[in-house]
Protein backbone atom coordinates (compact mmCIF):
# COMPACT_ATOMS: atom_id res chain seq x y z
CA UNK A 1 0.00 0.00 0.00
CA UNK A 2 2.82 1.73 0.65
CA UNK A 3 4.47 1.80 -2.66
CA UNK A 4 1.49 2.24 -4.46
CA UNK A 5 1.03 5.56 -2.70
CA UNK A 6 4.37 6.50 -3.70
CA UNK A 7 3.66 5.91 -7.18
CA UNK A 8 0.09 7.85 -7.31
CA UNK A 9 1.96 10.60 -5.56
CA UNK A 10 5.15 10.56 -8.97
CA UNK A 11 2.17 9.82 -11.38
CA UNK A 12 0.13 12.90 -10.09
CA UNK A 13 3.30 15.31 -9.97
CA UNK A 14 3.08 18.42 -12.46
CA UNK A 15 5.93 20.31 -12.47
CA UNK A 16 6.90 23.62 -13.92
CA UNK A 17 9.46 22.33 -16.35
CA UNK A 18 8.93 21.41 -19.56
CA UNK A 19 12.14 18.90 -21.09
CA UNK A 20 9.41 17.03 -23.36
CA UNK A 21 9.51 17.02 -27.35
CA UNK A 22 7.99 14.66 -30.06
CA UNK A 23 8.15 12.30 -30.85
CA UNK A 24 9.42 9.86 -27.84
CA UNK A 25 12.67 7.28 -28.42
CA UNK A 26 11.25 3.75 -28.03
CA UNK A 27 13.30 2.75 -24.95
CA UNK A 28 14.35 -0.88 -26.69
CA UNK A 29 15.11 -1.78 -29.97
CA UNK A 30 13.14 -5.14 -29.26
CA UNK A 31 9.25 -5.81 -30.63
CA UNK A 32 6.42 -5.41 -28.47
CA UNK A 33 5.40 -8.11 -26.47
CA UNK A 34 2.02 -7.13 -24.90
CA UNK A 35 0.23 -3.94 -25.57
CA UNK A 36 -1.09 -1.06 -23.92
CA UNK A 37 -4.95 -1.87 -22.25
CA UNK A 38 -4.58 -5.32 -22.87
CA UNK A 39 -6.99 -7.01 -19.93
CA UNK A 40 -5.59 -10.20 -18.92
CA UNK A 41 -8.14 -12.94 -18.19
CA UNK A 42 -6.86 -14.97 -14.43
CA UNK A 43 -9.14 -17.63 -13.26
CA UNK A 44 -11.84 -16.25 -15.09
CA UNK A 45 -12.09 -13.04 -13.41
CA UNK A 46 -10.97 -9.82 -16.27
CA UNK A 47 -7.78 -8.03 -14.35
CA UNK A 48 -7.41 -4.76 -14.70
CA UNK A 49 -5.95 -3.17 -18.07
CA UNK A 50 -2.67 -3.40 -18.70
CA UNK A 51 -1.14 0.43 -18.38
CA UNK A 52 1.67 0.18 -20.64
CA UNK A 53 3.83 -1.49 -23.19
CA UNK A 54 5.73 -4.42 -22.82
CA UNK A 55 8.97 -4.75 -25.11
CA UNK A 56 11.07 -8.26 -25.36
CA UNK A 57 14.45 -7.58 -24.16
CA UNK A 58 17.10 -10.07 -23.02
CA UNK A 59 18.80 -9.94 -19.59
CA UNK A 60 21.29 -7.13 -19.53
CA UNK A 61 19.76 -4.65 -22.44
CA UNK A 62 20.49 -1.36 -22.16
CA UNK A 63 17.23 0.86 -21.53
CA UNK A 64 17.34 4.58 -22.62
CA UNK A 65 14.99 7.33 -21.80
CA UNK A 66 12.54 8.06 -24.30
CA UNK A 67 12.31 11.63 -23.04
CA UNK A 68 14.36 14.08 -21.38
CA UNK A 69 13.69 14.71 -17.71
CA UNK A 70 14.94 14.66 -14.27
CA UNK A 71 15.04 11.53 -12.55
CA UNK A 72 12.40 11.00 -9.75
CA UNK A 73 12.62 7.57 -8.72
CA UNK A 74 15.13 4.71 -8.26
CA UNK A 75 13.12 2.03 -6.52
CA UNK A 76 13.10 -1.50 -6.37
CA UNK A 77 9.42 -2.21 -5.46
CA UNK A 78 7.36 -5.74 -5.32
CA UNK A 79 5.69 -5.69 -8.46
CA UNK A 80 7.35 -3.72 -10.93
CA UNK A 81 11.15 -4.49 -9.49
CA UNK A 82 13.67 -2.28 -9.94
CA UNK A 83 12.03 0.86 -11.21
CA UNK A 84 12.81 4.15 -12.68
CA UNK A 85 10.51 7.18 -13.17
CA UNK A 86 11.43 9.91 -15.41
CA UNK A 87 9.46 13.57 -15.05
CA UNK A 88 10.09 15.47 -18.33
CA UNK A 89 7.51 18.17 -16.68
CA UNK A 90 3.83 19.58 -17.07
CA UNK A 91 2.57 16.25 -15.76
CA UNK A 92 4.32 14.04 -18.65
CA UNK A 93 5.96 11.15 -16.52
CA UNK A 94 7.82 7.75 -17.77
CA UNK A 95 8.36 4.71 -16.46
CA UNK A 96 10.59 1.40 -16.81
CA UNK A 97 9.97 -1.77 -15.00
CA UNK A 98 11.92 -5.36 -13.97
CA UNK A 99 15.12 -3.64 -14.28
CA UNK A 100 18.84 -5.27 -13.77
CA UNK A 101 20.34 -2.58 -12.82
CA UNK A 102 20.17 1.09 -12.49
CA UNK A 103 23.12 3.73 -14.34
CA UNK A 104 21.21 6.63 -13.22
CA UNK A 105 20.61 8.24 -10.11
CA UNK A 106 17.42 10.14 -7.62
CA UNK A 107 17.19 14.22 -8.85
CA UNK A 108 19.87 13.72 -11.44
CA UNK A 109 19.04 14.91 -15.59
CA UNK A 110 18.68 12.93 -18.19
CA UNK A 111 18.77 13.28 -21.96
CA UNK A 112 16.38 11.68 -24.30
CA UNK A 113 18.41 8.27 -25.49
CA UNK A 114 20.94 8.38 -22.43
CA UNK A 115 21.15 5.22 -20.90
CA UNK A 116 18.93 4.77 -17.82
CA UNK A 117 19.22 1.02 -17.18
CA UNK A 118 19.99 -2.59 -18.23
CA UNK A 119 16.43 -4.68 -18.67
CA UNK A 120 16.07 -7.74 -16.73
CA UNK A 121 13.38 -9.66 -14.80
CA UNK A 122 12.83 -8.00 -11.43
CA UNK A 123 9.81 -8.49 -9.19
CA UNK A 124 6.46 -9.55 -10.24
CA UNK A 125 7.97 -10.86 -13.83
CA UNK A 126 8.28 -14.20 -15.60
CA UNK A 127 10.89 -13.58 -17.75
CA UNK A 128 13.49 -10.94 -19.12
CA UNK A 129 11.35 -8.06 -20.61
CA UNK A 130 10.94 -3.77 -20.22
CA UNK A 131 7.38 -2.33 -19.25
CA UNK A 132 7.52 0.63 -20.68
CA UNK A 133 4.87 3.39 -18.62
CA UNK A 134 3.84 6.83 -19.82
CA UNK A 135 1.35 9.13 -17.54
CA UNK A 136 0.38 12.63 -18.29
CA UNK A 137 -1.95 14.15 -15.68
CA UNK A 138 -1.91 11.39 -13.35
CA UNK A 139 -3.43 9.14 -15.72
CA UNK A 140 -1.59 6.23 -17.95
CA UNK A 141 -1.54 6.90 -21.68
CA UNK A 142 -0.71 4.65 -24.81
CA UNK A 143 2.63 5.91 -25.45
CA UNK A 144 2.47 3.69 -29.32
CA UNK A 145 1.74 6.56 -31.37
CA UNK A 146 3.65 9.22 -30.03
CA UNK A 147 6.94 6.76 -30.81
CA UNK A 148 6.28 8.27 -34.75
CA UNK A 149 4.48 11.35 -33.39
CA UNK A 150 5.35 15.12 -34.41
CA UNK A 151 3.31 18.39 -33.34
CA UNK A 152 1.89 19.29 -36.31
CA UNK A 153 0.00 15.91 -36.57
CA UNK A 154 -1.53 16.19 -32.81
CA UNK A 155 -2.28 19.50 -33.36
CA UNK A 156 -4.95 18.26 -36.19
CA UNK A 157 -6.75 17.27 -33.51
CA UNK A 158 -6.45 19.90 -31.09
CA UNK A 159 -9.49 22.27 -29.75
CA UNK A 160 -8.59 25.13 -27.49
CA UNK A 161 -11.03 25.83 -24.37
CA UNK A 162 -11.01 29.07 -22.78
CA UNK A 163 -10.45 28.59 -19.24
CA UNK A 164 -13.01 30.78 -16.96
CA UNK A 165 -12.29 30.85 -13.29
CA UNK A 166 -15.68 32.51 -12.41
CA UNK A 167 -17.86 29.13 -14.01
CA UNK A 168 -18.28 25.95 -12.30
CA UNK A 169 -18.10 24.13 -15.21
CA UNK A 170 -16.82 20.58 -15.15
CA UNK A 171 -13.01 20.25 -17.37
CA UNK A 172 -12.78 17.36 -19.49
CA UNK A 173 -11.03 14.44 -18.17
CA UNK A 174 -9.63 11.01 -19.07
CA UNK A 175 -12.99 9.66 -18.96
CA UNK A 176 -13.45 11.58 -21.86
CA UNK A 177 -11.46 10.19 -24.06
CA UNK A 178 -9.22 13.31 -24.22
CA UNK A 179 -5.99 14.51 -22.75
CA UNK A 180 -6.39 18.45 -21.51
CA UNK A 181 -2.90 19.98 -21.35
CA UNK A 182 -2.83 23.95 -19.28
CA UNK A 183 -1.10 26.44 -21.48
CA UNK A 184 -1.58 29.66 -19.67
CA UNK A 185 -5.00 30.63 -20.16
CA UNK A 186 -6.36 27.97 -22.02
CA UNK A 187 -6.32 24.27 -22.18
CA UNK A 188 -5.23 22.31 -25.31
CA UNK A 189 -7.18 19.05 -25.65
CA UNK A 190 -5.60 16.35 -27.98
CA UNK A 191 -8.36 13.69 -29.20
CA UNK A 192 -7.62 9.94 -29.66
CA UNK A 193 -4.73 9.55 -26.65
CA UNK A 194 -6.17 6.71 -25.01
CA UNK A 195 -6.12 6.79 -21.41
CA UNK A 196 -6.20 3.71 -19.16
CA UNK A 197 -8.24 3.24 -16.05
CA UNK A 198 -6.44 2.78 -12.91
CA UNK A 199 -7.95 0.34 -10.33
CA UNK A 200 -8.70 0.88 -7.01
CA UNK A 201 -5.24 0.14 -5.85
CA UNK A 202 -4.17 3.10 -7.55
CA UNK A 203 -2.34 1.50 -10.11
CA UNK A 204 -2.72 -0.55 -13.78
CA UNK A 205 -1.65 -4.33 -14.48
CA UNK A 206 2.10 -4.15 -14.76
Given at each position: ???????????????????????????????????????RILNGIPKSPHAGIDFRAAMGTPVIAALTGRVVATKDLYY?????????????????????????????????????????????????????????????VDADSLFEANPSDMLKNTKMVPIDDSREERMPDARDNVVFVFVRNRVLLFDGWRPCPVDPAGEGTI
Open positions: LQEQRMMKHIRETVSPFGFWKLPIRRPVSSAVSSTYGRRSGLTVCVDSGQGILSYYYHLSEFNVREGQLVEQGSVLAKSGMSGRSTGPHLHFGLSLLGQY
